[in-house]
């Protein structure tokens, strides 16, 4: 075969791996269309590898999203374009936990939407990536699950809800996921919510659309919206996957217990920014 004919053959292919491997602005549009939850998330298009992780936007907007690693410890987060409404972060070198972040902000109020997502490559530990204040307003694992660990269903788990860097008490937080269900939890005085991982995950998960997960694993948001005293409002969301039960005959105590679902001020806007986008 003619070399110029291979060449233009293996550039082709190398073009096509590359675009299959980004967000389509019309997959994009179809998860946020077809999402479980109105509140704001960075959702996983496709698995990803140690080369990249792609990612689409659903209900928040920007043109740019943050990345920082535990490498970078305190240092200005890395930038990334949103095109067609997605992205694709590239771990380079730095593996473990990455944190990405999208900012949307008006002059009625902010939203966020974070999630973390872990490159098998060798890095840092994530401590001072999560210490770090990142938004406005944010909820932060309290810790991340260690390597080959995993969000599980039964399992109990603290995150920190904190405004300029001090902890939000007594504030309630939303939990929904894809299985349907749908909690309120409530911050304690240091600002640390416990969320008890509901046993709603089927053993496969639908197939059809990144929103669906893989079979054994469901999609959560935790959600907390307030007002400060200049009637600014702020929305946040953090968003990861958890699996079923490591044990499905094992019963974990429900210390704190769930709170019977309620409203949250957060809710009406993700609903109008919804109902907007439709039309």
Same mark, same amino acid.
């Given at each position: 075969m003619d070399k110029r004919v291979m060449l233009s053959i293996?550039? $082709?292919?190398a073009a096509t791996a590359v675009q299959a491997a980004r967000p389509q602005a019309a997959d994009c549009r179809a998860d946020e269309m077809n999402a479980f939850s109105t509140l704001p998330m960075l959702v996983p298009?496709?698995?990803? @590898?140690?080369?990249?992780?792609?990612?689409?936007?659903a209900n928040v907007r920007t043109e740019a999203v943050e990345v920082r690693n535990g490498a970078g410890g305190? $240092?200005?987060?890395?930038?990334? =374009? +949103?095109?067609?409404?997605?992205? *694709? +972060?590239?771990p380079g070198k730095v593996g473990n936990?990455?944190?990405? #972040? =999208?900012?949307?902000?008006? #002059?009625?109020?902010?939203i966020t939407a974070s999630t973390v997502h872990?490159?098998?490559?060798?890095?840092?530990?994530?401590?001072?990536?999560?210490?770090?204040? *990142?938004a406005e307003l944010e909820i932060v694992p309290q810790p991340l699950p260690r390597e080959h660990w995993h969000y599980? =269903?039964?399992?109990?788990?603290?995150?920190?809800v904190r405004f300029h860097d001090e902890p939000v008490k007594d504030t309630g937080v939303r939990l929904e996921t894809s299985g349907g269900t749908q909690q309120v939890f409530r911050t304690d005085?240091?600002?640390?919510v416990r969320v008890t991982f509901p046993a709603d995950v089927a053993d496969e998960a639908p197939k059809g659309g990144h929103d669906h997960g893989r079979g054994g694993e469901n999609r959560f948001v935790l959600a907390v919206g307030l007002t400060d005293q @200049?009637?600014?409002?702020y929305l946040t969301g953090f968003n990861q996957v958890y699996g079923a039960a490591a044990d499905a005959g094992r019963s974990l105590p429900y210390g704190l217990g769930f709170l019977a679902l309620g409203g949250l001020a957060a809710v009406p806007l993700a609903i109008r920014r919804k109902e907007s986008k439709h039309g």
């Open positions: 293996m550039l $082709a292919l298009a496709g698995r990803g @590898d140690r080369a990249g992780a792609a990612y689409c936007l305190f $240092a200005p987060p890395a930038a990334l =374009a +949103v095109a067609a409404g997605g992205f *694709k +972060v590239n936990y990455h944190w990405l #972040q =999208a900012g949307e902000a008006s #002059q009625t109020g902010v872990y490159f098998a490559n060798p890095g840092p530990a994530p401590t001072a990536m999560l210490h770090l204040a *990142k599980r =269903a039964g399992e109990t788990w603290a995150f920190l005085g240091e600002g640390i @200049d009637g600014r409002y």
